[in-house]
């Protein structure tokens, strides 16, 4: 039997001291909580009575990490940080060992691998995030984990950087068991075992590799991961520490670990995607009101997530309130689909079900989950099966009088207290709220294609949308694993607004004479999986053109290149031409393939309208552009359509792919100084 399934005595249970970790709300290792916790263990080591020391977290979690605030201003001198604290439990002849529960991240987890060992409850969640916030693991994650799992299996999981369950941890040897029931019983038992410090250990490349694989498995690792100019500068800084794990005695390793954090933390990738950190915490915070703690003070945050929205309703089967549909069932929210069209109802059945299967034949899903899924969302001819939904969320035909046409019917059937959402992308919300006697409970919710994968969601106050109604969009939006930003009721809100003016640039410059596949590989050279045309594609060139005919005057571009694409029945991916032409051999039909003749075209309409050809650098052809965004941007703010420059990045890096690690356009721009162009 080993020592630590004995059972425990009570003389035994005195010897253990406990150390809860209690800086809410995650437990953050500040450095001021680390001078705290670092008495705290001084105390426990200097007394005698104390054998062990188990170090566990409360508010449902064990740690959070680092605080990252600590990161944005010089250390003060006398800082005491996690490495400080790891290092006193490192020179500890005690045993030390971690009861972790809820999540356990970053410097947290690193704190855990200080220890000899670790237990932890079944809802576990454990994870070094740092890669995401263009950090490396910076307190012994880079040293200590290639000697507890293997430097390959170590690897994969900081590049991630996602957290992985209690049972996964379990099976790739992060954490010594899953308590089954009192994780401090539990950890209070391991801590009879030996003193076992995981920095005594040598590094292994993995259990069926041979130590001579290590430069094969390094140079593998730099390969997969992107450039360093190109959003991969923290990937390489990592490999380059697991491989000094891997060459190098223990105290060299954390000596090169620390080097390689200190420059990271200064790097220009890491302030980026710490301000969209801190940015996408923000978005929830609306000035004079709003946020879920000031609307409903009483609620505990724990409490929050799961009261009010039992049951959504959607109406429109297209491929959008499909999309929408399955986002629900995915966060766990009965829902009801709504159409008139029997054929639709149909065809969004197939797609909801097939959506399931591709899940389940991807391992994402369990047939069982894909069933119960499936079983969550009610497809129906029937709008009476809407009264008892909380919130209805519209997503038919783009088209003013007919989206009139259904809020005055949802006004109707919905019970009163029900929140009436409007999917538009360019529609007064206003207009639609007129149609009912609750413009307090009217607002819009503008889901982006695919509604069940892409994370971002606009949430649009109209005029008379209550506080009370935006909290509870933002909650939702939580459940649905969404960033929801706030935007005024404005024509495109944020995103497609600031689009409009983007893709406007774009054909600017192709008048000029630059061509369409340049622009998009200069665009995609700093980071945007596509360029704007190419985008324009797949988004469809009909609906570029009726959103500019909806947006007013304002041509996109000063030619009629688009009308005449249209005209030609060149609408983009979907007619395997538009601005690029397609081929189904070449990318499955997705992958861009320059056409000369659209190139004639911009350059004949182009003369027609006197404008002469001009020769771009590819930085001025980026700067035009990012302009284009910025000025609209700065216009949206001005104007309160948008709250906040981080709200404005947070809906281009989760709606349109801006490379996070430049920290989207408002912040790109502030510290690059793009020239704005109006
Ligand atoms: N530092 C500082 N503040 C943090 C924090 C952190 N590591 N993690 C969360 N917070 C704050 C948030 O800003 C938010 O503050 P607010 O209430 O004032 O808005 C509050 O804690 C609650 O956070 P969330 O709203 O995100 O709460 P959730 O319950 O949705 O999520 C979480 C909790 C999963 C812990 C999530 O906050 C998270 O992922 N945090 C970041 C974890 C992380 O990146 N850790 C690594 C830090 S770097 C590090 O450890 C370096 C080391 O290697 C040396």
Same mark, same amino acid.
């Given at each position: 039997?080993?020592?630590?399934d004995?059972?425990?005595?009570?003389?035994?249970?005195?010897a253990?001291?406990?150390?809860?970790?209690?800086?809410?709300?995650?437990?953050a290792?500040?450095?001021?909580?680390? $001078?705290?916790?670092?008495?705290?263990?001084?105390?426990a080591?200097a007394d =005698?009575?104390?054998?062990?020391?188990?170090?566990?977290?409360?508010?449902?979690?064990?740690?959070?990490?680092?605080?990252?605030?600590?990161?944005?201003?010089?250390m003060?001198?006398?800082?005491?940080?996690?490495?400080?604290?790891?290092? #006193?439990?490192? $020179?500890?002849?005690?045993?030390?060992?971690a009861?972790?529960?809820g999540?356990?991240?970053?410097?947290?987890?690193?704190?855990?691998?200080?220890?000899?060992?670790?237990?932890?409850?079944?809802? $576990?969640?454990?994870?070094?995030?740092?890669?995401?916030?263009?950090?490396?693991?910076?307190?012994?994650?880079?040293?200590?984990?290639?000697?507890?799992i293997?430097?390959?299996?170590a690897?994969?999981?900081?590049?991630?950087?996602?957290?992985?369950?209690?049972?996964?941890?379990?099976?790739? +040897?992060?954490?010594?068991?899953?308590a089954?029931?009192?994780?401090?019983?539990?950890?209070?038992?391991?801590?009879k075992?030996?003193?076992?410090?995981?920095?005594?250990?040598q590094?292994?490349?993995?259990?069926?590799?041979?130590?001579?694989?290590?430069?094969?498995?390094?140079?593998?690792a730099?390969?997969?991961?992107?450039?360093?100019?190109?959003?991969?500068?923290?990937?390489?800084?990592?490999?380059?520490?697991?491989?000094?794990?891997?060459?190098?005695?223990f105290?060299?390793?954390?000596?090169?670990?620390?080097?390689?954090?200190?420059?990271?933390?200064?790097s220009?990738?890491?302030l980026?995607?710490?301000?969209?950190?801190?940015?996408?915490?923000?978005?929830?915070?609306?000035?004079?009101?709003?946020?879920?703690?000031?609307?409903?003070p009483?609620r505990?945050?724990?409490?929050?997530?799961d009261?009010?929205?039992?049951?959504?309703?959607?109406v429109?089967a297209?491929?959008?309130?499909?999309?929408?549909?399955?986002? *629900?069932?995915? #966060?766990?929210?009965?829902v009801?689909?709504?159409?008139?069209n029997?054929? $639709?109802?149909?065809?969004?059945?197939?797609?909801?079900?097939?959506? *399931?299967?591709?899940?389940?034949?991807? +391992?994402?899903?369990?047939?069982e989950?894909?069933?119960?899924r499936?079983?969550?969302?009610? *497809?129906?001819?029937?709008?009476?099966e809407?009264?008892d939904?909380?919130?209805?969320?519209e997503?038919v035909?783009?088209?003013?009088?007919?989206?009139?046409?259904?809020?005055?019917?949802?006004?109707?059937?919905?019970?009163?207290? #029900?929140?009436?959402?409007?999917n538009t992308?360019?529609?007064?919300i206003?207009?639609?709220?007129?149609?009912?006697?609750?413009p307090?409970?009217?607002?819009?919710l503008?889901?982006?294609?695919?509604?069940n994968?892409?994370?971002?969601?606009?949430?649009?106050?109209g005029?008379?949308?209550?506080?009370?109604t935006?909290?509870?969009?933002?909650?939702?939006?939580?459940?649905?694993?969404?960033?929801?930003?706030l935007?005024?009721?404005?024509?495109? *809100?944020i995103?497609?607004?600031?689009?409009f003016?983007?893709?406007?640039?774009?054909?600017?410059?192709?008048?000029?004479?630059?061509?369409?596949?340049?622009?998009?590989?200069?665009?995609?050279?700093?980071?945007?999986?596509m360029?704007?045309?190419?985008?324009?594609?797949?988004?469809?060139?009909?609906?570029?053109?009726?959103?500019?005919k909806?947006?007013?005057?304002?041509a996109?571009?000063?030619?009629?290149?688009?009308?005449?694409?249209?005209?030609?029945?060149?609408?983009?991916?979907?007619?395997?031409?538009?601005y690029?032409?397609?081929?189904?051999?070449?990318?499955?039909?997705?992958?861009?393939?320059?056409?000369?003749a659209?190139?004639?075209?911009?350059?004949?309409?182009?003369?027609?309208?006197?404008?002469?050809p001009?020769?771009y650098?590819?930085?001025?052809?980026?700067?035009?552009?990012?302009?284009?965004?910025?000025?609209?941007?700065?216009?949206?703010?001005?104007?309160?359509?948008?709250?906040?420059?981080? =709200?404005?990045?947070i809906?281009?890096?989760?709606?349109?792919?801006?490379?996070?690690?430049h920290?989207?356009?408002?912040?790109?721009a502030?510290?690059?100084?793009?020239?704005?162009h109006?």
């Open positions: 039997m080993n020592p630590s004995a059972p425990l005595d009570s003389a035994w249970g005195d253990v001291r406990v150390l809860t970790l209690d800086n809410p709300p995650v437990n290792l500040s450095f001021a909580y680390c $001078a705290k916790l670092l008495a705290e263990l001084h105390a080591h =005698d009575a104390v054998q062990a020391i188990v170090i566990t977290g409360s508010h449902g979690l064990f740690s959070a990490g680092a605080d990252v605030n600590d990161f944005q201003s010089e003060p001198p006398n800082a005491v940080t996690i490495r400080d604290v790891i290092a #006193a439990i490192e $020179a500890s002849v005690k045993v030390h060992v009861a972790i529960e999540n356990c991240l970053g410097g947290g987890l690193e704190l855990s691998l200080a220890c000899d060992y670790r237990a932890a409850t079944a809802d $576990a969640k454990l994870g070094l995030p740092e890669i995401r916030l263009g950090l490396l693991p910076g307190a012994g994650g880079t040293q200590r984990l290639p000697r507890l293997g430097a390959r299996a690897l994969e999981f900081m590049l991630k950087g996602s957290s992985v369950s209690a049972e996964r941890a379990l099976e790739l +040897g992060i954490i010594d068991e899953i089954p029931s009192d994780l401090l019983e539990r950890a209070k038992a391991l801590a075992g030996p003193k076992r410090r995981i920095s005594e250990r590094a292994i490349i993995a259990k069926d590799l041979p130590m001579q694989a290590a430069p094969y498995v390094v140079a593998q730099h390969k997969m991961v992107p450039p360093e100019a190109n959003g991969g500068l923290a990937a390489h800084k990592l490999i380059d520490a697991v491989q000094a794990a891997v060459e190098l005695p105290s060299f390793g954390i000596a090169r670990e620390s080097r390689l954090f200190d420059e990271l933390v200064r220009e990738p890491s980026a995607l710490r301000h969209v950190f801190f940015a996408e915490r923000e978005l929830s915070k609306i000035p004079g009101g709003s946020s879920f703690d000031e609307v409903y009483e505990s945050r724990g409490a929050r997530d009261k009010g929205i039992e049951k959504v309703g959607v429109g297209g491929t959008m309130g499909s999309g929408i549909a399955i986002a *629900f069932a995915q #966060a766990g929210i009965p009801v689909i709504v159409d008139n029997d054929e $639709a109802v149909d065809k969004a059945r197939q797609t909801v079900m097939g959506m *399931f299967m591709y899940q389940v034949q991807m +391992g994402r899903l369990t047939q989950e894909a069933w119960k499936g079983q969550s969302i009610q *497809f129906t001819d029937d709008w009476k809407l009264a939904a909380d919130v209805i969320v997503a035909f783009e088209n003013l009088d007919v989206k009139r046409e259904v809020f005055r019917k949802l006004d109707a059937i919905a019970k009163p207290q #029900a929140i009436l959402a409007s992308s360019t529609l007064d206003d207009a639609l709220a007129r149609e009912t006697k609750r307090d409970r009217v607002l819009g503008h889901f982006f294609v695919p509604a994968i892409m994370p971002l969601l606009e949430i649009v106050r005029t008379e949308t209550s506080p009370e935006i909290a509870t969009a933002f909650r939702l939006a939580k459940k649905l694993r969404k960033k929801g930003v935007s005024g009721n404005a024509f495109g *809100f995103g497609n607004r600031m689009i003016d983007y893709v406007q640039a774009a054909n600017a410059l192709a008048e000029e004479g630059v061509t369409p596949a340049r622009i998009d590989a200069v665009m995609k050279e700093f980071g945007f999986p360029g704007p045309f190419a985008m324009s594609d797949l988004s469809g060139l009909d609906v570029g053109l009726a959103v500019q909806a947006a007013g005057p304002q996109i571009g000063r030619t009629n290149v688009l009308e005449r694409l249209v005209e030609a029945k060149r609408l983009g991916q979907k007619t395997m031409a538009g690029f032409k397609y081929d189904k051999a070449v990318g499955k039909g997705r992958e861009p393939i320059r056409d000369p659209v190139e004639e075209m911009f350059a004949e309409e182009a003369r027609k309208a006197g404008i002469a001009r020769e650098s590819d930085d001025e052809i980026r700067d035009r552009l990012l302009g284009a965004l910025v000025a609209r941007g700065e216009k949206l703010l001005e104007e309160g359509v948008a709250l906040r420059p981080g =709200d404005i990045d809906v281009y890096v989760y709606g349109y792919g801006f490379p996070p690690h920290g989207g356009p408002m912040w790109y502030a510290h690059q100084r793009v020239p704005v109006a």
